[in-house]
């Protein structure tokens, strides 16, 4: 399968702050996903981003598939923003995922 | 839309006992799936399906069953629970276009599971 990296492991930012999170893939692949699981285990959905670029409000994604990575950016970070943050990839025709372990954030007031 | 549900949300079993997961989506969607998560770990897949009588092996299968007959259901069957099954259970959907995932999944809120 996949091998899917994650850094880094830990974060911890004071509130306002801006971060990168980045995720490394071993090979091609045709969807990619970014999922924040909050304190309470609930996975959310934040982007669908196989290619390009995309924001929503605080949070923009870039994959550049091609070099097989993407990042996560957030800024003005709040508190609310605490959790797991996870990236998965799948590869085509075979509709299989593969997470990568996470990037733990602790956003202090 | 309930979006993903999943039944039930905490679960003690002995280690032999059998039992079933339920998962059900609202949504229409064509790809359901299975994964586990161990403590401080990311996802696994364990089995998915990209339509109705259709179902395949994900990375870690063993010790587990699937069947879809309808797209709005995806049980998940432990045949005879181990220690090593403890652990939490999310499911998800999403849309199949020309045979790939077309967008993102949506996550049930899990179950949690504890094999004695």
């Known amino acids: 399968g996949i091998q899917v990296e994650q850094s880094p492991p830990d974060l911890i930012l004071q509130e306002g702050a801006n971060s990168t999170l980045r995720c490394n893939f071993s090979?091609?692949?045709?969807?990619l996903q970014w999922f924040h699981q909050n304190p309470w285990g609930q996975l959310i959905n934040l982007f669908y981003i196989p290619s390009g670029t995309k924001q929503n409000g605080r949070l923009s994604a870039t994959t550049v598939a091609t070099e097989r990575y993407s990042l996560l950016y957030i800024s003005s970070s709040q508190t609310t923003d605490s959790g797991v943050y996870f990236c998965?990839?799948?590869?085509?025709?075979?509709?299989?995922?593969?997470f990568g372990s996470g990037t733990k954030l602790n956003v202090k007031p | 839309n309930a979006g993903v549900t999943q039944t039930p949300k905490f679960q003690v079993l002995k280690t032999g006992q059998s039992m079933t997961l339920q998962c059900a989506q609202d949504?229409?969607?064509?790809?359901m799936s299975w994964y586990r998560q161990d403590p401080g770990m990311g996802l696994r897949l364990i089995h998915y399906?990209?339509?109705?009588?259709?179902?395949d092996q994900g990375e870690v299968p063993n010790g587990y069953n699937v069947s879809r007959s309808t797209t709005e259901d995806f049980p998940l069957r432990l045949l005879s629970a181990a220690p090593s099954q403890t652990s939490v259970y999310f499911c998800?959907?999403?849309?199949?276009?020309?045979?790939?995932?077309?967008?993102?999944?949506?996550f049930g809120p899990g179950t949690r599971l504890t094999v004695l």
């Open positions: 090979d091609s692949v045709n969807n």
């Open positions: 949504m229409n969607h064509e790809y």
């Open positions: 998965a990839v799948g590869t085509y025709n075979f509709n299989k995922f593969y």
């Open positions: 998800a959907s999403s849309y199949v276009y020309r045979g790939d995932l077309a967008d993102t999944q949506y």
């Open positions: 399906s990209v339509g109705a009588g259709i179902t």
